[in-house]
Protein backbone atom coordinates (compact mmCIF):
# COMPACT_ATOMS: atom_id res chain seq x y z
CA UNK A 1 0.00 0.00 0.00
CA UNK A 2 1.33 3.32 -0.89
CA UNK A 3 1.94 5.62 1.94
CA UNK A 4 0.56 8.61 0.01
CA UNK A 5 -2.76 6.52 -0.61
CA UNK A 6 -4.96 7.91 2.71
CA UNK A 7 -3.63 11.18 2.01
CA UNK A 8 -4.60 11.38 -1.25
CA UNK A 9 -8.28 9.38 -0.51
CA UNK A 10 -8.35 12.63 2.49
CA UNK A 11 -7.67 15.47 0.23
CA UNK A 12 -10.23 13.83 -2.48
CA UNK A 13 -12.88 13.47 0.40
CA UNK A 14 -12.47 17.31 1.31
CA UNK A 15 -12.91 18.51 -1.73
CA UNK A 16 -16.15 17.08 -2.56
CA UNK A 17 -17.30 17.96 0.75
CA UNK A 18 -16.32 21.88 -0.04
CA UNK A 19 -18.11 21.53 -3.85
CA UNK A 20 -21.06 20.24 -1.79
CA UNK A 21 -21.13 23.27 0.74
CA UNK A 22 -20.32 25.63 -2.43
CA UNK A 23 -23.47 24.04 -4.20
CA UNK A 24 -25.82 24.08 -1.36
CA UNK A 25 -24.86 27.86 -0.64
CA UNK A 26 -25.49 28.60 -3.79
CA UNK A 27 -28.62 26.87 -4.30
CA UNK A 28 -30.54 27.79 -0.65
CA UNK A 29 -31.70 31.25 -1.52
CA UNK A 30 -33.38 29.65 -4.15
CA UNK A 31 -35.94 28.11 -1.44
CA UNK A 32 -38.20 30.18 -0.83
CA UNK A 33 -39.43 28.81 2.25
CA UNK A 34 -36.50 28.10 3.96
CA UNK A 35 -35.71 29.58 7.42
CA UNK A 36 -39.31 31.01 6.80
CA UNK A 37 -41.48 27.98 8.66
CA UNK A 38 -43.75 28.38 11.62
CA UNK A 39 -41.73 28.13 14.55
CA UNK A 40 -38.66 30.23 13.49
CA UNK A 41 -38.37 33.39 15.79
CA UNK A 42 -37.86 36.60 14.33
CA UNK A 43 -37.74 39.83 16.52
CA UNK A 44 -36.85 43.31 14.97
CA UNK A 45 -36.81 45.78 17.40
CA UNK A 46 -35.27 49.54 16.53
CA UNK A 47 -31.72 48.95 16.43
CA UNK A 48 -31.34 45.04 16.88
CA UNK A 49 -32.83 42.30 15.13
CA UNK A 50 -32.67 38.59 16.53
CA UNK A 51 -32.98 35.91 14.44
CA UNK A 52 -33.39 32.11 15.43
CA UNK A 53 -34.30 28.99 12.44
CA UNK A 54 -35.60 26.92 15.46
CA UNK A 55 -38.41 24.65 12.95
CA UNK A 56 -35.79 25.09 9.92
CA UNK A 57 -32.63 23.60 12.12
CA UNK A 58 -34.95 20.86 12.68
CA UNK A 59 -36.00 20.06 9.49
CA UNK A 60 -32.53 20.30 8.09
CA UNK A 61 -30.80 18.02 11.16
CA UNK A 62 -33.64 15.27 10.29
CA UNK A 63 -33.18 15.19 6.48
CA UNK A 64 -28.84 15.17 7.09
CA UNK A 65 -29.71 12.46 9.24
CA UNK A 66 -31.72 10.44 6.83
CA UNK A 67 -29.08 11.21 4.46
CA UNK A 68 -26.07 10.01 6.36
CA UNK A 69 -28.11 6.69 7.49
CA UNK A 70 -28.50 5.84 3.90
CA UNK A 71 -25.30 5.91 2.84
CA UNK A 72 -24.14 3.82 6.57
CA UNK A 73 -25.55 1.36 4.91
Do not use: C, H, Q
Not at 11 to 24: A, E, H, K, P, Q
Not at 25 to 47: A, C, E, M, Q, V
Not at 56 to 61: L, Q
Amino acid sequence: MNPWEGLGKLLLGLGLLLVVLGVSILLIPKIPWLGRLPGDIFIKGDKVSFYFPITTGIIISLLLTLLFALFRK
